[in-house]
């Protein structure tokens, strides 16, 4: 079995409000061929809002890697840019 490319969703209360409810659905927006590759799981919250004040939510973690400000279009360019070749 193939390790898959996790997608960490932060569904605290301020990632939830400032467009994290509408990254649940990020399975819908990733390509076709991304699907099977990739797993999406959810916390009720990540801390990145107290070690990064400077960066704004919500925020995601794809593999670890902290995404700020995330939405869809900013993590599936983040995927085909760090793992063009797994894909």
């Given at each position: 079995m193939e390790k898959k490319?996790?997608?960490k969703l932060c569904i605290g209360?301020?990632?939830y409000v400032m467009g994290g409810a509408e990254l649940q659905l990020i399975q819908e927006d990733l390509p076709l061929e991304?699907?099977?590759k990739?797993?999406?799981v959810?916390?009720?919250?990540?801390n990145h809002c107290y070690?990064?004040?400077d960066k704004k939510p919500p925020f995601v973690e794809v593999?670890?890697?902290l995404i700020a400000g995330a939405n869809s279009i900013k993590i599936i360019n983040h995927i085909k840019q760090k793992y063009s070749d797994v894909l």
């Amino acid at each position: 079995m193939e390790k898959k490319i996790e997608i960490k969703l932060c569904i605290g209360t301020l990632c939830y409000v400032m467009g994290g409810a509408e990254l649940q659905l990020i399975q819908e927006d990733l390509p076709l061929e991304f699907r099977d590759k990739v797993k999406i799981v959810t916390s009720t919250c990540l801390n990145h809002c107290y070690k990064h004040k400077d960066k704004k939510p919500p925020f995601v973690e794809v593999n670890g890697e902290l995404i700020a400000g995330a939405n869809s279009i900013k993590i599936i360019n983040h995927i085909k840019q760090k793992y063009s070749d797994v894909l």
